[in-house]
C-alpha cells in the first residue's frame, strides 16, 4: 500500500476538469465524439444483463446536454437485483444530483458523488422488497471525452487508448483477490473463509460469513448482512481528442481473459464485431461456465469516424482469423497499472472506500448545503438524502416517520 502512494506521488498531478475543457475548447474540440456500440453475450444461468442508452438528456430538449450510460448487471441468487439495478439504478443517481446544476463542468464535477448516493438509494429501494437477490453493477457515464464509471462487485471496465496502453476503471470486490476489502470486512466483525466441508475440508474461494457471498460490495443481497455494501468504487478519466474503446463485462469474460487479451482479440474490429468476438474468446478457451455479458463502446473523434488501428486488409485477415480458429498470440498477462496520467488520459476523480461518511461526509452533512429536490420514486420533495443517515460509515435508513 506505502509502494503505491509512493509511485501516486511520483506522478503529475491530475488537471482540473475546467483546464481540460478550456484546452478542448481552445483547441477546436469542443464537437462532441461520436460513439459506436455492440453488445454480445451467452447465458448458463441467465443471470446477467446490459444496459445501452446512448441518447440520454440532462435537460429535456437541450441535445448539448446529451450523454450516454451503458452498464452490466451480473446478478446470483436470482434475477431480481440485476433486473431492478437495470430499470432503476440510473433513475436513482439522477434523482441525487443538485436540482441547480449549471453547465457541463458542475454536471462531472457531481457526478462521482451523486453516483455513489444513487447506488445506496437503489440498494435500499430493493432490499424494501424483501427480496434476497444480489447484483454486481458497473454503470459508465460517457459526456464527450469525459468517462465515468461506478462499480461494486466483480464486473469489469477497461479502457484501451489509442496507442494501446490499458487503463482499469474498476476495482474487484472481491474477497480472494482484494486484501482491503478483506480487511475492511474483518475489521467491522465479519467472518471471511472458505466453504467447510464435512470433515473440515476447506474448498472454494474465500467467501464473508454469514452468507457465504465471495463479494464485498453488491447491491441487494439483504441475507448476508451489513458487511456487504452497495457503496461503489468512483473513477473518472478525461481522454484526449483521439478517443478510446471501452470494454465492459461480466466476471464470465475476466475469468476467461485478462485485460490485454479481452482488448487485444478485438482491436480494429467495430464494435459489434469486438463484443462478439471477446465473447467467443472467452468461450473459445474455457467453455461456458458461467453468464458472459460484454459490451463495447467506442469513442471516436467526429473526424474520424472510421477506426485507424488497421488498414481493411489486415483488418479482413484479423477478422479470418479470429472467426474461423487460427490461434491468437495475445498476451495473457494480468493488467494491474494505475495512473494519475495515462499518456493520452487525463485521470479526473477516483475514490473507493467503502465508509459512507468519507464519501458524501460525515453524517451526510450535504443536506445543510443543498435544496431540496423532488423524489424520483415518490414525486415528494425532500432534502437530499432524507431518510438516510451514516451510522459507523455505513448507510441506513431513517426510522422516522416522514
Not at 443517481?93 to 458523488?113: K, T
Request: net charge negative.
Amino acid at each position: 500500500m506505502a509502494g503505491a502512494e509512493r509511485e501516486k506521488a511520483r506522478l503529475p498531478p491530475a488537471l482540473p476538469l475546467a483546464t481540460l475543457i478550456g484546452r478542448e475548447l481552445r483547441a477546436g474540440g469542443s464537437e462532441r465524439p461520436a460513439l459506436r456500440y455492440g453488445h454480445a453475450g451467452f447465458a448458463k444461468r441467465g443471470e446477467d444483463y446490459f444496459l445501452v442508452k446512448p441518447d440520454c438528456l440532462r435537460v429535456p430538449g437541450d441535445p448539448s446536454t446529451a450523454f450516454s450510460v451503458f452498464a452490466v448487471f451480473d446478478g446470483h441468487n436470482g434475477v431480481s437485483a440485476a433486473v431492478f439495478s437495470k430499470e432503476h439504478l440510473l433513475e436513482h443517481v439522477m434523482s441525487a444530483l443538485p436540482p441547480d446544476i449549471g453547465g457541463r463542468e458542475e454536471w462531472l464535477q457531481a457526478l462521482p458523488r451523486a453516483l455513489v448516493a444513487g447506488f445506496v438509494k437503489a440498494d435500499i429501494e430493493f432490499q424494501r422488497k424483501g427480496e434476497v437477490s444480489g447484483t454486481t453493477a458497473t454503470l459508465v457515464v460517457v459526456d464527450g471525452f469525459t468517462v465515468t464509471v461506478a462499480s461494486v462487485g466483480d464486473s469489469r471496465c477497461i479502457l484501451d487508448t489509442q496507442g494501446g496502453e490499458l487503463q482499469l476503471l474498476t476495482v474487484d470486490h472481491r474477497l480472494e483477490e482484494n486484501v482491503e476489502e478483506r480487511e475492511r470486512v474483518t475489521a467491522s466483525g465479519g467472518e471471511v473463509g472458505r466453504l467447510n466441508l464435512f470433515g473440515g475440508q476447506e474448498v472454494g474461494p474465500l467467501r464473508c460469513w454469514p452468507g457465504g457471498l465471495c463479494l464485498s460490495r453488491s447491491i441487494g443481497d439483504m441475507d448476508v448482512g451489513e458487511y456487504i455494501v452497495p457503496v461503489p468504487h468512483v473513477k473518472q478519466v478525461k481522454l484526449s481528442n483521439v478517443g478510446g474503446r471501452l470494454i465492459i463485462a461480466s466476471d464470465g469474460i475476466w475469468d476467461t481473459l485478462s485485460n490485454e487479451a479481452a482488448a487485444k482479440s478485438c482491436r480494429g474490429l467495430p464494435a459489434e464485431l469486438a463484443a462478439k468476438l471477446v465473447v467467443k474468446q472467452a468461450l473459445k478457451k474455457c467453455g461456458l461456465k458461467d453468464d458472459t455479458t460484454c459490451v463495447v463502446v467506442d469513442i471516436i473523434p467526429s473526424d474520424r469516424l472510421v477506426s485507424p488501428q488497421l488498414s481493411p486488409k489486415r483488418n479482413q485477415n484479423k477478422l479470418k482469423s479470429l472467426l474461423f480458429g487460427r490461434r491468437s498470440h495475445s498476451s495473457v498477462g494480468k493488467f494491474g497499472g494505475k495512473s494519475a496520467s495515462f499518456g493520452s488520459v487525463e485521470e479526473l476523480f477516483e475514490e473507493g472506500s467503502a465508509m459512507l461518511e468519507e464519501r458524501l461526509g460525515r453524517n451526510l452533512s450535504l443536506k445543510a448545503a443543498s435544496p431540496p429536490s423532488r423524489c424520483a420514486i415518490c414525486q415528494a420533495d425532500q432534502e437530499p438524502f432524507e431518510g438516510l443517515m451514516a451510522e459507523n460509515g455505513d448507510l441506513v435508513e431513517s426510522s422516522e416517520e416522514q
